[in-house]
């Protein structure tokens, strides 16, 4: 299958032609939310100006950057050590601090709520040593609690970022400081940092996004942001108006983000062609405040937590391991399979559609098809919904001659889960199959045309059994996060068709942590399957040193 030559008449639309009914699942409902947007009915804007975004601007701005400053202050420096530094235990939180990630942000959430609030473990062991527990801030709605939690949940990105910037920058630079009479601190802030600087950028735009899309951890602390206040306005207030201008909104600030982090990137280009070769052996004092930060760091983010839900669970499995519980897991298994198998299958069609028409045109189709991933969930909620229910107005008006009466035909049904679900997690397969699909040599498919095999055939023959671990892996993954994945479940299901992560949020929301516990460690243990896949993978990196 060779390349199609893009400048022929023939073939100039064909690509995008192809792709574009699949960048229409992300197209679609990015349009609906901005054009009802641009056509804005006063009274909402109204009610929104004097009532919700002045509080909820200030609020996502503020968490935003307090969030920010915190994360690189925890994940730049845990790089750094376990990257350029030698001290007891790096080669095991090397990869441990990564584990963190396995957990969501809501589950880290109602973990970190049950352990620290007045009832918790923690506050009781204080009044037993102190008498007393009221010097102790409180947890609920507190926006240090808030803070703690999202750094805790999404520090790894930017420690992730930065130890590959780390390890690939090469000892040549840090020689040459210190030949300069830099002290590995002062090498640290005059030579690393400088030259890390697009890795942790990206990294922390990364952050920023999961911040700006997190729904769960926010609304257990009961902090209004642009994603709760979207939540109440359709479901509290009933007025779909009010959350589609929030997504707007939401939106907007997601895109300029975006291309913020794409400037900032394209902008910094550093080439360092030897991998780093040795460590500074951290001697004296340094070397154990080293491990007790990695320590502490590791243990807030997962280990405790984990033990927790672990002895919670403990503590309740008996009574909540009935059916009521398989049937949530059972909704849960099936419906990240069948939005696998859907996203698994348009990745594989846009990976090869990209690989055969190289036209500007069919790639940036591509790109959009697969923006999606960007997008907060609560919003590509609101994009699927609107056009749904438009969608069902005109069928019903269709079919009322014929004595057919409907509340809804497809709004509200499964079909509507998966097409949202299908337009987030569509990036995360085709990122796995065009990995894999990169690896497939010209070569081989000049070959197959030689042997008179057609662009199908092709596929069929040399394509397919190529990308099979690619496929399998697309296909995991996009599992993995529809498990975790709760704002579109929730806001989108029938009612009464609970998932574990719905479950975790309606208990969570009456303060029943144990309970939630069970539902949230599936979760958190399904979690951690992509995550070790990652570790090993980075373990893989080339480096010395010990």
């Given at each position: 299958?060779?390349?199609?030559?893009?400048t022929a008449?023939a073939?100039?639309w064909?690509?995008?032609?192809f792709?574009?009914?699949i960048?229409?699942?992300?197209i679609?409902p990015?349009?609906?939310?901005v054009?009802?947007?641009l056509?804005?009915?006063?009274?909402?804007?109204q009610?929104l100006?004097?009532h919700?975004?002045?509080r909820v601007?200030a609020n996502?701005?503020?968490?935003?950057?307090?969030?920010s400053i915190?994360?690189?202050a925890v994940?730049?420096?845990?790089?750094?050590?376990?990257a350029?530094?030698?001290f007891?235990?790096?080669?095991?939180?090397a990869?441990?601090?990564?584990?963190?990630?396995?957990?969501?942000?809501y589950v880290l959430a109602?973990?970190?709520?049950?352990?620290?609030?007045?009832?918790?473990?923690v506050?009781?062991f204080?009044r037993?040593?102190?008498?007393?527990s009221r010097w102790?801030?409180?947890?609920?709605?507190?926006?240090w609690?808030?803070?703690?939690?999202l750094?805790?949940a999404?520090y790894?990105?930017?420690?992730?970022m930065?130890?590959?910037?780390f390890l690939t920058?090469?000892?040549?630079?840090m020689e040459?400081?210190?030949a300069?009479?830099?002290?590995?601190v002062?090498?640290?802030?005059?030579?690393g940092?400088?030259?890390?600087?697009p890795w942790i950028?990206?990294?922390?735009a990364?952050?920023?996004?999961?911040?700006?899309?997190?729904f769960?951890?926010i609304a257990?602390?009961?902090?209004?942001?642009f994603?709760?206040?979207?939540?109440?306005?359709?479901f509290?207030?009933?007025?779909?108006?009010?959350?589609?201008?929030?997504a707007?909104?939401?939106?907007?600030?997601?895109?300029?983000?975006?291309a913020?982090?794409?400037r900032?990137?394209s902008?910094?280009r550093f080439h360092v062609?030897?991998?780093q070769?040795y460590r500074?052996?951290?001697?004296?004092?340094s070397?154990?405040l080293a491990?007790?930060?990695?320590l502490?760091?590791?243990?807030a983010?997962f280990a405790?937590?984990?033990v927790?839900?672990v002895?919670?669970?403990?503590?309740?499995?008996?009574?909540?391991?009935?059916?009521?519980?398989?049937g949530?897991?059972?909704?849960?298994l099936?419906?990240?399979?069948?939005?696998a198998?859907?996203a698994?299958?348009?990745?594989?069609m846009?990976?090869?559609i990209?690989?055969r028409y190289?036209?500007g045109l069919?790639?940036?189709?591509?790109r959009?098809?697969?923006?999606?991933?960007?997008?907060?969930?609560v919003?590509?909620?609101?994009g699927v919904?609107v056009?749904?229910?438009?969608?069902?107005?005109?069928l019903?008006?269709?079919?009322?001659p014929?004595?057919v009466q409907?509340?809804?035909?497809?709004k509200?049904s499964?079909?509507?889960?998966?097409?949202?679900?299908?337009?987030?997690?569509?990036?995360?397969a085709y990122?796995?199959?065009d990995?894999?699909?990169?690896r497939?040599?010209r070569?081989?498919?000049?070959?197959c045309?030689?042997?008179?095999?057609?662009?199908w055939q092709?596929?069929?023959?040399?394509?397919?059994?190529?990308?099979r671990?690619g496929?399998?892996s697309a296909?995991?993954?996009v599992?993995?996060?529809?498990?975790k994945?709760?704002p579109?479940?929730?806001?989108m299901?029938?009612?009464?068709?609970?998932?574990l992560?719905v479950?975790v949020f309606?208990l969570t929301s009456?303060?029943m942590w144990?309970?939630?516990?069970?539902?949230?460690l599936?979760i958190v243990?399904?979690?951690?399957?992509?995550v070790?896949l990652?570790?090993l993978?980075?373990?893989k990196t080339?480096?010395?040193?010990?």
């Amino acid at each position: 299958m060779s390349v199609v030559d893009h400048t022929a008449p023939a073939y100039r639309w064909r690509g995008f032609a192809f792709a574009l009914p699949i960048a229409l699942l992300t197209i679609v409902p990015l349009l609906a939310v901005v054009g009802m947007a641009l056509t804005p009915q006063p009274e909402i804007w109204q009610h929104l100006w004097n009532h919700v975004l002045p509080r909820v601007l200030a609020n996502t701005l503020l968490l935003m950057l307090i969030v920010s400053i915190v994360v690189l202050a925890v994940g730049v420096p845990l790089a750094w050590l376990t990257a350029m530094c030698d001290f007891p235990g790096r080669k095991f939180f090397a990869w441990a601090l990564v584990l963190p990630l396995a957990i969501p942000a809501y589950v880290l959430a109602f973990v970190q709520m049950g352990l620290f609030e007045y009832a918790g473990p923690v506050q009781s062991f204080l009044r037993d040593i102190f008498g007393s527990s009221r010097w102790f801030p409180d947890i609920r709605g507190s926006l240090w609690g808030l803070v703690m939690v999202l750094v805790m949940a999404f520090y790894p990105y930017v420690y992730l970022m930065a130890r590959s910037a780390f390890l690939t920058q090469g000892h040549r630079s840090m020689e040459a400081a210190q030949a300069l009479g830099y002290s590995p601190v002062a090498a640290f802030f005059k030579v690393g940092l400088p030259l890390a600087r697009p890795w942790i950028g990206a990294g922390l735009a990364l952050v920023l996004m999961e911040v700006l899309a997190d729904f769960g951890a926010i609304a257990v602390f009961n902090f209004d942001t642009f994603t709760t206040a979207l939540y109440k306005s359709w479901f509290d207030l009933h007025n779909i108006g009010a959350a589609a201008q929030l997504a707007a909104m939401l939106v907007l600030v997601v895109t300029l983000l975006l291309a913020a982090e794409q400037r900032s990137r394209s902008a910094q280009r550093f080439h360092v062609s030897n991998p780093q070769q040795y460590r500074v052996v951290l001697k004296g004092g340094s070397r154990w405040l080293a491990f007790a930060l990695c320590l502490l760091i590791f243990s807030a983010a997962f280990a405790v937590p984990m033990v927790q839900m672990v002895a919670w669970s403990l503590s309740v499995w008996q009574e909540d391991l009935n059916s009521d519980y398989w049937g949530y897991a059972w909704n849960t298994l099936s419906l990240a399979l069948m939005t696998a198998a859907i996203a698994t299958v348009l990745a594989l069609m846009l990976s090869w559609i990209r690989r055969r028409y190289t036209d500007g045109l069919t790639s940036w189709t591509v790109r959009l098809a697969v923006l999606g991933y960007a997008m907060p969930g609560v919003v590509l909620a609101v994009g699927v919904f609107v056009p749904i229910a438009w969608l069902d107005a005109w069928l019903m008006a269709l079919l009322e001659p014929w004595g057919v009466q409907s509340l809804g035909i497809i709004k509200g049904s499964l079909a509507g889960m998966l097409l949202a679900l299908a337009a987030r997690f569509l990036a995360v397969a085709y990122n796995a199959t065009d990995a894999a699909m990169q690896r497939i040599t010209r070569s081989q498919e000049e070959a197959c045309a030689s042997l008179g095999l057609g662009p199908w055939q092709t596929l069929r023959r040399l394509h397919l059994p190529l990308l099979r671990t690619g496929l399998l892996s697309a296909f995991l993954m996009v599992v993995v996060d529809v498990m975790k994945e709760m704002p579109i479940t929730l806001m989108m299901r029938q009612f009464g068709w609970d998932t574990l992560a719905v479950r975790v949020f309606q208990l969570t929301s009456e303060s029943m942590w144990d309970q939630a516990a069970l539902p949230a460690l599936a979760i958190v243990l399904v979690g951690l399957l992509p995550v070790i896949l990652l570790v090993l993978q980075t373990e893989k990196t080339p480096s010395s040193g010990g």
